[in-house]
């Protein structure tokens, strides 16, 4: 059991542990947003309450979902559950911090797990550093039935350059894997619904920008591939990750022309890698058969974001069949 006081002036939230005698602690908010995965979602939960800090509280945000998201929340008498119409992660997102008390946070995806002693890990890596914003640790892949895939995150920056590093790729593959202060996160007003599904990532890129940021050099979480990722959209990853870009480009004109380079080299990277994505998914729906109207909202995202990725593909097809090359 967690009893939860707010500092009087402060706005702090402290938290004492029956398990941890007189000892305050600062409160730790878990939010989980939820949709339409209920049987991803227990083990998620199930890896916040295996945790060894004590002073934590769940916050699951059911964004209306049709499945038994809800139910399967309610069953812990120490989850809150949050329901609300269907409005996207980043809403649902900031739905929990909006009903979270904690001066940290932590937004675990609903089909991921925290390793355990995840938690306390990255926050005594926090505490250490009061000057920073957020700490991150790295990511272990995981199939569907939760066994590891070969697949992890390795920061390649360390404590410094974090935003520089971020633009030639993203190192930080969920925000499950990090602890925020609650003081920066409303500093910079929480998730950009605009912005989904590369809510997170620019919410990484406007906080490293203009704070320092952490590194905890352990395996904090186990990051769930499935066919039903958010990430397998690539329809919608390609506009949104493009609109992220040319934001930052727009911030660093006026702020910071050294990072103009890396960031067109990041624009010309990522429209070459989800343009070469969803043109193989594409043809993959073609071959099979299925999934008309992917193939043409797939066309149409194409033609307008990635024209040129489009072009090679098909010149290197009409290559193929002029010369006889299978």
Known sequence: MVFAQRQRNTGVVLARSETAGDTMRPLISIVIPSYNQAHFLREAIESVLAQSYPALEIIVVDDGSRDES??????????????????????????????????????????????????????????????????????????????????????????????LSLLRGNCIWTPGALILRRHVLEAVAGFDTQAEPFDDFDLYLRIARSYPTCYNNSVVLEYRMHGTNASHNYARMLPSMTGVIRREMRWAQQCNPRYLDALRDSMHFRKNYYGNLLITQMVTDIREGKNWRRTWDGTRVLLRYAPCSLSRRIFRKVTRLLTGVS
């Open 70 to 163: 809800a139910t399967v929340a309610m069953r812990y008498p120490n989850v809150r559950c949050v329901r609300q119409p269907n409005m996207g992660v980043a809403a649902t997102r900031n739905t929990g911090l909006r009903y979270s008390s904690g001066e940290f946070l932590v937004f675990l995806d609903q089909d991921d797990r925290l390793l355990p002693g995840a938690v306390e890990s990255n926050l005594n890596c926090l505490l250490t550093r009061p000057d920073c914003a957020f700490v991150f640790g790295d990511t272990q892949s995981i199939g569907t039935d939760g066994s590891h895939l070969p697949h992890r995150t390795s920061s390649p920056c360390g404590d410094t350059e974090l935003y």
